[in-house]
C-alpha cells in the first residue's frame, strides 16, 4: 500500500508540468470552441473524455461543418490512431500478471505527453504511477478548456481574435524543432501545406467537407512518407 502511494505521488510530481502546459493550450481549445456555438459544460465534457488536442481542434470543424457522425468517427480514428502504438509499447513496461481493468484505465490516459514521461521510467510500470500522472493531466487540459470557453463570454472580440493565434502558435512550437532535424519530415509538412492549399483553392476540391480533407490528406501523404522514407530503426550490439 505504501508502495502504491508513493508511485502515485511520483506521478502527480511529474504530471505537474504537464499539466501547466495542457492548460495554457485547451485555453485556447475553449476559446475556438466557445466560437464554434459549443457550450461551457459540452467543451468541458469533450476535454475530459477525449485527451486528444489534434482531434478535438479537428472535431471543431466537423461539428461547424455540419457532417455526419461517421465523418467524425473516421477522422478521430485516423487522427488518434497513433494511441493505439503507444499503448502497445507501453504494455511492453507492464507487469503480465496486472488485471486487465488496470490496464484499461491506463489506456484513457495516454497521450502524446505521458507517454513520454511513462516510457522513459526505467522498470516496470506501475498503474498507481500512472495515475497520479492522469490525475494532474487530465484536470489540467479539463480546466483551461473551461476558462477558455467562460473567456469567449468575458474578454473583448480583438483579444479573443488575438488568443486564437495561440494554437497557430503551438503547432509551429511542435513541428518546426523535430522538421529541423529531418529533411525528410520538413518536406512532408511543406507538401502537406501545399495539398491543403489546393484543397481550398480548386473548385471541385473545395466542396469536400474538412473531415474528409483530413482523412484523405493523412492517408496519402502520411502513407507514401512511411513507404518512401521508411525509419529504420535502430540495432543495438548487446
Known sequence: MKDRLQQFKLGLKDGIPIALGYLAVSFSFGIMAKGAGI???E????S???LTSAGQFAALGIIQSGAPLMEMAAAQLIINLRYCLMSC???????????FFHRF???YGITDEIFGVSVCREGTLSPFYSYGLICAAVPGWTLGTVLGAVSGDLLPA???SALNVAIYGMFLAV?????RESRVLSGVIVISMLASLLFTAIPWLNGISSGFKIIILTVIIAGAAACLFPVKEESHEA
Open 39 to 41: 457550450r461551457t459544460l
Open 43 to 46: 467543451a468541458a465534457v469533450m
Open 48 to 50: 475530459f473524455t477525449n
Open 89 to 99: 509499447s507501453l504494455s511492453q513496461k507492464l507487469s503480465g500478471s496486472m488485471p
Open 105 to 107: 484505465l491506463m489506456a
Open 158 to 160: 480583438r483579444l479573443l
Open 175 to 179: 513541428v518546426v524543432p523535430p522538421a
